[in-house]
């Protein structure tokens, strides 16, 4: 089965609405009450919520069978994702990604959508309302930021360590990988902790402004709309033992770099041989 005709426009003017009209006016105003708390210390807001609603009934509508499964939804029924690979056809979203920067007025955050076909995403959206920044994708077409083409795999050259640039989230990194990480950091001209958010993060990767990235904690709704821009921008986004990253993996870890030529090269330099290559220990939901 074919995937759904999907008109990119019309879906990207819905992001830039819902977050016009949910979003961005609590941004730097948000009331104490429209903050709580989920899993593993995760902070969510009433924009959040209210974003996946709106989007959620938008999509359910426009693509009537099509399963919308959104963060917020999985927060409620972690279930929502068992099985994914079993489904042909669904959308994964995240309204409102980089929650915590949102709250603590950090405008690296956004919206992340991904249509997922046949166990891959094949058309993406990464949205940043404040930095009014919209990158999209469609496989076997390339990325888009703001209707320019992305290409950050034109002659990249040969990995060099020293002069390369990258960020390590470390929050939910298992002890032997944190030691290996910790191990190579002199190594690089720089590793930082990134900005917070997978969509400001895939959105950086994608214009080439870092050279690698690692992640341990891997939801679908925050890495199969970015792996597909940072794909088609021609970075890549791996799991540690090199496979592709699929939204119905269950497997924790991933290396993204911004030129996939480099990324065997990257993920020795971050992980080396050993500590760090394996895919069985996955952080709990949230």
């Known amino acids: 089965m074919a995937a759904p005709r999907v008109d990119v426009d019309a879906i990207s003017a819905l992001l830039r609405e819902v977050t016009a009209q949910v979003v961005v006016p609590r941004f730097l105003a948000l009331a104490e009450t429209e903050v709580t708390s989920k899993g593993d210390d995760d902070v969510v807001t009433v924009a959040d919520t209210e974003a996946e609603a709106l989007i959620t009934r938008a999509l359910r509508s426009w693509f009537p069978g099509v399963p919308v499964i959104g963060e917020e939804a999985v927060a409620t029924d972690p279930h929502l994702v068992d099985g994914l690979d079993e489904l042909t056809t669904y959308w994964l979203l995240d309204p409102l990604d980089g929650t915590a920067n949102f709250v603590e007025g950090n405008p690296d955050f956004g919206t992340m959508l ?13 949205w940043l309302p404040v930095r009014e920044l919209l990158v999209t994708a469609e496989l076997g077409s390339g990325a888009l930021a703001d209707g320019e083409r992305l290409a950050t795999g034109t002659e990249a050259g040969p990995w060099e360590t020293s002069s390369s640039r990258a960020w390590v989230s470390g929050r939910f990194l298992p002890p032997d990988v944190r030691a290996a990480v910790d191990a190579r950091r002199g190594d690089f001209a720089s590793v930082g902790a990134g900005p917070g958010s997978a969509v400001a993060a895939y ?32 970075g890549a986004a791996r799991r540690p033992d090199g496979r592709p990253y699929r939204p119905g993996d269950a497997g924790a870890g991933l290396v993204m770099v911004a030129h996939a030529e480099q990324w065997t090269a990257a993920r020795d330099a971050l992980l080396g041989g050993g500590a760090g290559t394996r895919v069985d220990r996955v952080p709990s939901p949230s």
């Open 203 to 234: 959105a950086c990767l994608a214009h080439g402004d870092v050279d690698a990235a690692l992640q341990w904690r891997t939801h679908p709704w925050d890495h199969a709309p970015g792996s597909l821009v940072l794909a088609e921008a021609g």
């Open 114 to 126: 991904a249509l997922v076909h046949g166990g891959e995403p094949v058309i993406a959206w990464l």
